[in-house]
């Protein structure tokens, strides 16, 4: 059995340490918020935070997770919505919304690492999240409207 | 008289059923042959969009929401008659029922452009209606729930409100004309209220008139306007579900490979190491493949990964070579139909030929489903576009009557046409049946969705024409594809009847007049698989015949968007490209960049696109893109603009790097590495103008599509002086 720090429980599963963290919160945990799209890091719907950093959770063993997760579902705090979510509603970024926890997770770990990014950082962080129905314009003004409020 | 009163007179008897603790809206079928889709609860033959009950309001939308904003757009037709406060309005997705048949998809599938709104075209649309009916065709796509639901959904909301009206005058002794309704409740002159709820009851019992008028737009307080989503919030928390998200007691999950080469056999298999895999469950026999069954979905793919196996061969050994021979063949041989003829071809002085391969779909959400077969009941959660075929062959194939499914349409991860597949549906009523009475979670791998995709055919193209004057002076396009009808009706089983028009489509209804114009249509021979795929055929043909009008207007040494413009009879396709220059500033280009247009009249909307290059040392980079459309009304500004720019974002990704290749009789791409959408570094900030010319109001998913490849492709041609007649352009030139 791994126990694990997920959105600020421990909690714990069965499922063998070779199991990648995606399909251990998806399948064994019932936190479906996070996705899969293609399993070889190359489309970033399964992107979670370990310990504030954005990972590829396809891709991450969960014997091998050192540190607490956050995933989409834990991402609004105490006040409510995290500054991205809100901004995401107020941009009305999501058409199908499948690749939306993704995107939302990797601008989480980018505004952490750098919260005033500039247009060609936040490009460059967002690269590798697909979005199959073309949201991009409204994902960076969502960024940039939600680093702005987090600026105060 | 329009088409729409026609309707209206014809078939919409408005009406009220009682429910348990509440009331429905709706209108009866025109002949009430029809089955009710809420049986059991009283509604005989309504067709129901709006419930009022003790807890609210619920809007039912009879079409699925696959990121289009269509539940938004269709609950706000209701409210906007009903008076509704916006932010208390809930949507769900109607149940699988012939009675939310869309008229609307049939009818453009007659053989009549749109545009073409004579006689013949309208009767012949209208002949279709009612079969339309009667097939029970509940279908998301070909960009109609709009036009569709335009009607019937804000004559359900007016009829609820004269319903409710009457009952509060009843309760109060009131004459209606004193009643007003806003927030969901109807305002008494004292300035009481009484709230729809309160009301629902007695609202049932109320008689009720002819279908009331609708409010004329001017009167609109929500539609016209940007609308937030209704389901945004839940795609912004992680909390919408789709099929993939559904998760029951004891449930086990499932994944699936087919022969790789489509349709060929599955000869024998040895799941022994499988099934030792650690969560290793099952593995079980599928049409032309087998599931691999375990604790967790990652278990299901590796254990099938260690499934030996035996593949048939397939009968035909496709490759590009031979997809290329059979369009050459098509086009060598007679036309199986003709979009346009006028004048006649003789002597042209410009010939070319232009190729574009097969796509696929990619949703972000690869296929899947969630079934559960218990007690002779079989319950179903999937993302579909076509949920009455769906309940179907889902109990077929778990082998229950149609009536002993419950069926349930979730959020779509993308749909594109995908989504009105059978296939994965019915192999997880299969799975469900090999199963029961433990609940099955069927998820294809990314692998296994590109490899069995039904895809947008290959096509090809010859041009043949002259200019004068500035002008085209005659004009052949002869276009050729695999038949997507042939290949659908195979697997559904009905019959192709007559020409394919989607290999036609977009090429023929351009609205252009040259003096000599022939247009042609030549069927190749439909060897793998071939779908719907977002603007069906225009998103071969706008890449003909608008990169074809580029050429031609280079060899006229005349502006290409004056020339386009110059030579169309139809006033709003001359306003969007007006519109595109203007936005675009189009005469006005930084030194070392580039613009190039593209234009396409379908689904009835004229959308012009201009995207502006760069040559930088990386290479070719797209620095701005600008779309203008005119789908009649606009109903929801941010909706349309997020459509389009979508729609567009779709086509730039195939024109630019977008192919799926056959090699032995397999697609040779499997994920997102080797078949790669745009990404977000390499998409141009984009500026959408709507327009709104007032005619017939259209659908907005697709139209966005078709103009993007020649955009981009005629830009290129601006920058480089290179002509590139064959997709996808990174075969001939690089991309930052
Ligand atoms: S599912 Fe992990 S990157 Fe695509
Ligand atoms: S919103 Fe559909 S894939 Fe991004």
Redesign the pocket.
């Known amino acids: 059995m791994i126990t694990l720090a997920v959105n600020g429980q421990t909690l714990s599963t069965e499922l063998p340490p070779e199991t990648p963290l995606l399909w251990v919160l998806r399948d064994g945990l019932g936190l479906t918020g996070t996705k899969y799209g293609c399993g070889v890091a190359a489309c970033g719907a399964c992107t979670v935070l370990v310990e504030g950093e954005a990972v590829r959770s396809c891709q991450l063993p969960v014997g091998e997770v050192n540190g607490a997760v956050t995933t989409i579902e834990g991402l609004a705090g105490a006040e409510g919505l995290h500054p991205l979510q809100k901004a995401w509603v107020a941009e009305q970024?999501?058409?199908?919304?499948?690749?939306?926890s993704g995107?939302i997770m990797q601008a989480a770990g980018l505004l952490m690492a750098n919260p005033q990014p500039s247009d060609a950082e936040i490009l460059e962080a967002m690269d590798g999240n697909?979005?199959?129905?073309?949201?991009y314009p409204r994902i960076l003004a969502a960024i940039k409207a939600a680093s702005a409020a987090m600026a105060g | 008289m329009g088409r729409a009163g026609k309707i209206a007179r014809r078939s919409f008897l408005i009406g009220s059923a009682a429910l348990v603790g509440g009331v429905a809206f709706g209108w009866y079928q025109y002949r009430k042959e029809l089955p009710n889709p809420l049986q059991g609860q009283g509604l005989g033959a309504l067709t129901p969009y709006v419930l009022i009950d003790a807890s609210g309001v619920t809007v039912i939308a009879p079409r699925a929401e696959m990121?289009q904003g269509t539940h938004t757009t269709l609950a706000a037709l209701v409210a906007e008659e009903l008076d509704l406060d916006w932010s208390a309005v809930r949507v769900l997705h109607g149940p699988p029922a012939q009675a939310y048949y869309n008229g609307s998809l049939l009818r453009e599938g007659v053989p009549f452009a749109p545009l073409d709104q004579g006689w013949l075209a309208e009767t012949a649309r209208d002949a279709m209606d009612v079969p339309a009916r009667f097939l029970g065709l509940q279908v998301t796509g070909g960009s109609t729930s709009i036009p569709d639901g335009f009607e019937k959904m804000r004559l359900a909301g007016a009829v609820a409100r004269l319903a409710l009206i009457r009952a509060a005058a009843r309760r109060s002794g009131l004459v209606e004309a004193d009643l007003r309704t806003e927030g969901g409740r109807v305002l008494l002159p004292d300035g009481a209220s009484l709230s729809y709820a309160e009301l629902a009851v007695e609202a049932a019992a109320v008689e009720l008139p002819d279908p009331p008028e609708l409010r004329p737009s001017n009167a609109w307080k929500l539609l016209g306007k940007s609308l937030p989503r209704t389901d945004m919030a839940a795609?912004s928390d992680g909390s919408a579900r789709y099929a993939c998200d559904v998760r029951l007691p004891g449930m086990v999950f499932a994944t699936v490979r087919r022969n790789p080469a489509p349709g060929a056999a599955l000869l024998r298999f040895d799941a022994k190491e499988a099934l030792a895999f650690p969560g290793g469950r099952d593995v079980l026999p599928l049409e032309n493949g087998f599931a691999a069954v375990a604790e967790s979905s990652w278990a299901a793919m590796q254990a099938l990964d260690l499934v030996q196996v035996e593949w048939a061969a397939p009968d035909v050994a496709v490759d590009e070579a031979l997809i290329a021979a059979d369009l050459r063949a098509a086009l060598d041989g007679a036309p199986e139909a003709t979009a346009r003829e006028q004048g006649e071809i003789s002597a042209p002085e410009f010939e070319a030929e232009y190729s574009v391969p097969h796509q696929a779909h990619a949703t972000?959400e690869p296929m899947g489903a969630a079934a559960w077969l218990q007690d002779g009941r079989l319950q179903l959660w999937a993302g579909t576009q076509f949920p009455t075929m769906a309940l179907a062959e889902a109990a077929k194939a778990a082998g229950v009557a149609p009536d002993a499914v419950e069926f349930h349409t979730e959020f779509m991860?993308?749909g594109f046409g995908r989504r009105a597949e059978m296939d994965f549906i019915r192999q997880a009523a299969s799975l469900a049946k090999a199963l029961s009475p433990v609940p099955v979670l069927l998820s294809w791998s990314r692998e296994e969705d590109m490899a069995q995709d039904m895809y947008r055919p290959a096509a090809m193209a010859r041009v043949r024409a002259s200019v004068a004057d500035g002008a085209v002076s005659q004009f052949h396009l002869a276009t050729a594809a695999g038949s997507i009808i042939e290949s659908l009706a195979g697997r559904f089983g009905f019959p192709a009847l007559g020409p394919d028009s989607s290999i036609l489509q977009g090429a023929g209804e351009q609205p252009y007049d040259f003096p000599n114009y022939l247009v042609t249509g030549h069927r190749a021979e439909t060897r793998v698989p071939l779908g719907f795929w977002r603007s069906v055929g225009n998103s071969q043909n706008a890449f003909f015949h608008d990169c074809a009008l580029d050429e031609l207007a280079h060899l006229a040494g005349v502006d290409p968007l004056l020339f386009r413009m110059r030579q169309m009879t139809h006033l709003p396709s001359i306003q969007v490209l007006e519109a595109a220059a203007e936005i675009s500033n189009w005469g006005a280009t930084a030194p070392g960049r580039a613009k190039g247009v593209g234009f396409c009249y379908s689904f009835g909307v004229p959308v012009a696109e201009v995207v502006e290059v760069e040559d930088t040392p990386q290479g070719i980079r797209l620095t701005g893109a600008w779309i203008a459309a005119d789908p009649g009304i606009a109903l929801d500004p941010s909706i349309i603009e997020a459509q389009l720019s979508g729609g567009m974002v779709f086509g730039l990704s195939a024109a630019m790097q977008g192919a799926i290749t056959f090699a032995q009789g397999r697609v040779e791409q499997s994920n997102f590495w080797d078949y790669e959408p745009m990404r977000m570094r390499q998409c141009p900030p984009i500026t959408v103008k709507i327009l709104q010319s007032g005619g017939e109001i259209r659908g907005i998913g697709e139209p966005g599509t078709p103009p993007a490849a020649p955009a981009l492709a005629n830009a290129i041609f601006a920058l480089t002086g290179k002509r590139i007649r064959h997709l996808p352009l990174n075969r001939e030139v690089r991309f930052a």
């Open positions: 970024v999501a058409q199908c919304g499948y690749c939306q995107q697909l979005c199959r129905c073309g949201a | 990121g795609k972000m991860g993308g």
